[in-house]
């Protein structure tokens, strides 16, 4: 057992809502709802993850150790041959794999940072960026959640610290907040192995917080999974990410889990701190539809919202129509900033969400909620 | 013995105002409250509960059921419903969350209950030295009574972070 906290939100109607749930509290789901299932739909037997590949794709005639005196310049392009399989699938000891060249990569991009939308452009060798992270990543204690979507679920989760926005409904300010956790690293493999509950995981989600600022780690870790590891990678972040993490992860991640918060700026920048939230997101979306791995955009119905912001996101998201999978989450619980705001100080109501629902229909946006086997077909 | 706690009390909110009532029912019961650490900061108003004189094993469900009278009846029910199964399955309602609870929402945090009693200042064995609640005096048999167990079984569990 991993000896978590676990949270728990009772409203005022009497609903109980515990949040992140997990294989280690099963027992007391099933107490408090004993017709409750775990809904799954696994990846078919023999899937084989992204990274897996990846870290099987070689550079030829460039040693892993020469990485570092190469340009910038030259890395990426040498990255994008190597996206496209370029390369003969021949190799000599000692030939950087494509994964080795993404850490390498993504270590000169924490000299200058631009991972997500703030392009702060900090040096997080020597100071934090407004993710308020270094060049080190750090993640609560992992479990094994029960309720992601059903084609993730269940998924061992490892939350990151930090994130570069300031949701005032954040659920997670205890995980976001930078502080000595555990760091990131081969390590997370042990964590895992130690775990009793990881063996029945039929996903690998980083989450946080959010993922995005900690990318150099997580390829780093990945460099170091084991080679039998045969899980999806799911990438569940805050749709506020740079196009360059996008390329740094393609080829890497299998599920893109990204938020759409905002249809509007000015929201987005009273409720996250940031003014560009919708440019950036839409942006985003495009760089993960133009990869292999699976695109699900997560809407959480905010109150009062409706119409300033999740009608004009269907909106935007219909132009991906068929390419993304849509994820309406309508339980939100007031928390952390949130009774400030008179708006977003009440729960949900009905009304509300039969509206965004009866809205991504008209638009023929496909619920992932819905999806079966065909979720982890081929394109 | 001379115990005390810290109740901190958010003076702009509505729904912690709403824990006045746990500080109302210690002084009827006669237990000494005294407000005290202005230096903690303006936005919360501390208070100290000394609970010299009592029983040890009556402080934590004097607690619990003054916090209950504060709750709605539906939360009441769900609290206790969500009490039982977790000191079942190994958990402990460790905190009440009060930084994060708001108008619309009681905020708990489940612990292994091997730190259950910790922030009410119990030890583990004393709390498990604790007696069952009279029936008389107990929220969870009123709302079982009132018919109330369906409303709250309603309920569905919640898995993604917002």
Known sequence: ?379 | MSRSIFIPLRRTDPFLRRFGAVIRRLELEGIGVKHAAPEMGIAFEPVSVDFSGLPDNMFQGEILYALKQSLSPEQTASLCLLEGAAAKSGFAIEQKDQDHSCETALSLVLKPSESFGELLGTSFEETKALPPASEDLDPISQMLRAGRKERALEAVPHGKAQ
């Open chain 1, 1 to 379: 057992m991993s000896g978590r906290s676990i949270k728990c939100n009772i409203t005022e109607d009497g609903r109980l809502f515990i949040v992140d749930p997990g294989l280690d509290c099963l027992g007391l789901i099933k107490k408090l709802w004993p017709d409750f299932r775990l809904q799954a739909v696994p990846p078919p037997p023999g899937f084989m993850p992204s990274f897996q590949r990846t870290r099987r794709i070689f550079i030829p005639e460039i040693a892993s150790d020469k990485l570092p005196i190469l340009d910038t310049a030259r890395l990426w392009k040498l990255h994008e041959r190597a996206l496209k399989e370029d390369f003969e699938n021949l190799f000599f000891n000692n030939d950087a794999s494509l994964l080795d060249l993404k850490i390498e990569l993504a270590r000169r991009e924490l000299q200058r940072c631009g991972l997500c939308g703030w392009q702060c452009g900090v040096n997080r060798f020597k100071e934090k960026g407004r993710c308020g992270l270094g060049p080190d990543a750090y993640y609560d204690e992992p479990f094994v959640h029960v309720a992601e979507e059903a084609v993730i679920t269940p998924c061992a989760m490892i939350r990151l610290a930090g994130c570069a926005l300031t949701c005032v409904f954040c659920q997670a300010r205890e995980s976001s907040a930078p502080r000595p956790l555990k760091q990131l690293g081969s390590g997370l493999w042990d964590a895992l192995a130690s775990d009793e509950y990881f063996p029945r995981a039929a996903a690998l989600e980083f989450g946080g917080g959010n993922p995005d600022e900690s990318a150099c780690a997580i390829l780093e870790a990945l460099a170091a999974a084991p080679g039998s590891l045969r899980l999806p990678v799911v990438m569940n972040d805050n749709g506020y990410a740079s196009p360059v993490l996008y390329r740094l992860l393609d080829g890497v991640v299998d599920v893109w889990l990204a938020d759409f918060k905002y249809g509007n700026d000015a929201c987005g920048r009273k409720l996250s701190g940031v003014g560009n939230y919708v440019e950036v997101a839409e942006e985003g979306l495009r760089q993960t539809c133009g990869q292999k791995a699976k695109t699900i955009v997560r809407m959480l119905v905010l109150p009062g919202h409706v119409e300033c912001c999740h009608e004009k996101t269907l909106e935007k998201l219909a132009v991906f129509r068929g390419k993304i999978w849509l994820s309406i989450i309508d339980s939100y619980v007031p928390d952390w900033k949130a009774r400030n705001h008179p708006d977003l100080n009440r729960l949900v109501s009905e009304g509300e969400i039969v509206r965004v629902r009866e809205s991504a229909r008209s638009y023929g946006l496909k619920d992932v909620a819905e999806a079966g086997e065909e979720f982890w077909k081929e394109e």
